[in-house]
């Protein structure tokens, strides 16, 4: 226990040379925590996080749903990258995207899946300026609760969103490219770099002052870091031993990650393989390095609380990247068509791998992050799936959906839940809005709220 009688405030910043970094959660930010956490399993003065993954065209599902509901069902081939953290995840099977059904509008059914995503409505089919969708649930959240933090929420990814031009039978690549949706015209664009993504998270005063900051910083050599080392070495004296050995162990993080990122300032701008999507300077090459940059970035946004919002999206709808660093040099839409072929199958199972291995990486660092009674997973809830189940048959019922946290014990974890045929995606959303202080009667295409999460 942290016995320590100094209190802190939660939004204390460390603060250097053009640089102000957010602290994790201390025990000193609440000094009644460790009294009350055996008389409060679910501490409800630890925020709740939200989070949406995407991976685009669909999923290879034999190697994905469970052929057994309940806590004791098998892991398909997929879902076994995801084993060390069996009991920290819900297979989520039945649920629907009404919205990304062509209803008349005939083909688009990737642009549609990522449109309708996280807003549950159907896209108005058009190239031009005249786009039309809905709100997606992670603006409604963040609207709702983004004033108690710096960032209302974050839209990240790895492909550049587009707000232009031609992506998918006559839809607009603004609905290809973007999930998070402000208001049914507006779509937010996601950024990509992690340095960039670092320096919000991390730079302090307006966009000038942040590029001046970093270019002394690597002019000398120095991490952000050292020119806050005086103040963090002030706050370790008025600190407990437990909270002392937190925010060393925070600061390392932050540090290693910063290394790991200036050591792509020098890449080019372009990545092999991959033309039809180019890539500002600093971005990795491999799409390893570059995922587990941009998931480290979300774990420190969560962990020092400057956004309990973000969407992420791994790649943009029918990506036809190649993935040469899995020996699968074939575009990733291309063998989504699989027809039936096993050599097909088999190589878009190896991509479907690769995402889950990532998502595998980004929970156990939520789960590396000791918070209160528990960890930062454990209170989070996190969507991860695809707004198209078979890639080949472009179906969008019976969605690929994960929802990983505990969401500070509002969810049990552990199951594959079986919801009746073409239960809405929106009905979770609604469920994940009101446990997370937006109250909603309704969202998207909801029909009710999700049940048997608890």
Request: hydrophobic share 35%; net charge neutral.
């Amino acid at each position: 226990m942290n016995t320590h009688a100094t209190t802190l405030n939660r939004r204390t910043l460390l603060r250097g040379l053009g640089t102000a970094i957010a602290l994790p959660l201390l025990d000193a930010m609440s000094p009644t925590r460790c009294l009350t956490a055996a008389a409060a399993p679910t501490n409800t003065a630890i925020p709740m996080r939200l989070a949406f993954l995407y991976v685009p065209n669909g999923m290879h599902m034999p190697d994905w749903k469970p052929s057994k509901e309940g806590s004791d069902y098998e892991l398909p081939r997929t879902l076994k990258e995801l084993a060390a953290h069996r009991s920290d995840f819900n297979v989520m099977t039945g649920l629907a995207l009404k919205g990304a059904e062509a209803q008349g509008d005939g083909g688009g059914d990737h642009a549609r899946s990522v449109a309708a995503f996280l807003t549950g409505a159907h896209p108005k089919k058009t190239d031009g300026a005249n786009i039309q969708n809905g709100v997606s649930v992670d603006q409604v959240a963040a609207d709702a609760i983004g004033s108690a933090t710096r960032f209302a929420s974050l839209e990240l990814g790895l492909e550049n969103s587009a707000q232009a031009g031609t992506c998918d039978s006559g839809y607009s690549c603004a609905y290809s490219s973007n999930m998070s949706w402000r208001n049914a015209t507006s779509p937010v664009a996601k950024e990509i770099d992690p340095a960039k993504v670092f320096d919000r998270l991390f730079g302090h005063g307006d966009g000038g002052a942040v590029r001046e900051a970093r270019a002394t910083r690597h002019k000398y050599r120095k991490s952000v870091l050292d020119f806050a080392l005086q103040e963090a070495n002030q706050l370790k004296d008025q600190l407990g031993v437990l909270d002392r050995r937190k925010l060393d162990e925070y600061l390392y993080s932050v540090r290693s990650i910063e290394r790991r990122i200036v050591g792509t300032d020098k890449l080019d701008a372009t990545e092999e393989g991959v033309p039809d999507y180019p890539r500002p300077a600093g971005v990795p090459r491999e799409m390893q390095k570059h995922a587990d940059l941009m998931l480290d970035m979300m774990t420190l946004a969560m962990q020092t609380d400057s956004t309990r919002v973000i969407s992420f999206m791994f790649t943009n709808a029918g990506s036809n990247r190649g993935y040469p660093e899995l020996e699968v040099r074939e575009g990733h839409h291309e063998l989504s068509h699989h027809g039936k072929s096993e050599e097909k199958q088999t190589k878009i199972a190896t991509i479907n791998r690769f995402y889950a291995q990532r998502f595998a990486y980004f929970l156990e660092r939520l789960k590396q992050v000791p918070e209160g009674d528990g960890t930062l997973l454990d209170h989070s809830a996190i969507v991860y799936g695809s707004g198209i189940s078979d890639g080949d048959r472009h179906n969008h019922d019976d969605l690929p959906i994960l929802l990983a946290g505990r969401a500070g014990g509002r969810i049990q974890t552990g199951r594959h839940i079986v919801y009746p045929k073409k239960t809405p995606l929106c009905n979770l959303y609604l469920w994940m809005l009101q446990q997370a202080g937006a109250p909603s009667e309704s969202f998207g295409d909801s029909n009710g709220v999700i049940d048997r999460l608890s």
